[in-house]
């Protein structure tokens, strides 16, 4: 069973620095890319904005375009995990931060939800002005 535990928010100032983590239970084809999402406070129904992906198996990364020069996203294959560092972080960066994990199918690992099949529970950052 494909379990993701993410960890690593909290609060934080304006233009300071979270790194997050996903631990994943383990690498299969079905877990080749692994991308970060948010989702921000509000009315329920709000879609999730994806973030960052990376494909465990070869390392090729996307990032939104929202986040292109303040986060990046990498991993540590020995420990089945992958990291979201965030700098410069802004008060419209608050939100439930969750990875998600899904085949590759043949593409290439990006923020398309339909990808991923597993997602985590999510952990909360806010950044305060």
């Known amino acids: 069973q494909v379990q993701l535990v993410e960890s690593g928010g909290g609060s934080v100032q304006a233009g300071g620095s979270l790194r997050l983590s996903c631990a994943t239970s383990?690498?299969?084809?079905?877990?080749?890319?692994v991308a970060w999402f948010r989702q921000p406070p509000g009315p329920p129904g709000q879609e999730r904005e994806g973030l960052a992906a990376l494909g465990r198996n070869i390392g090729d990364i996307y990032y939104g375009d929202s986040v292109k020069g303040r986060f990046t996203i990498s991993q540590n294959a020995a420990k089945n995990t992958v990291y979201l560092v965030m700098n410069s972080l802004k008060p419209e960066d608050t939100a439930l931060y969750s990875c998600a994990a899904g085949p590759r199918g043949g593409g290439y690992c990006d923020t398309a939800k339909w990808r991923y099949d597993y997602w985590g529970q999510g952990t909360q950052v806010t950044v305060s002005s």
């Open positions: 383990g690498y299969t084809v079905s877990t080749t890319c």
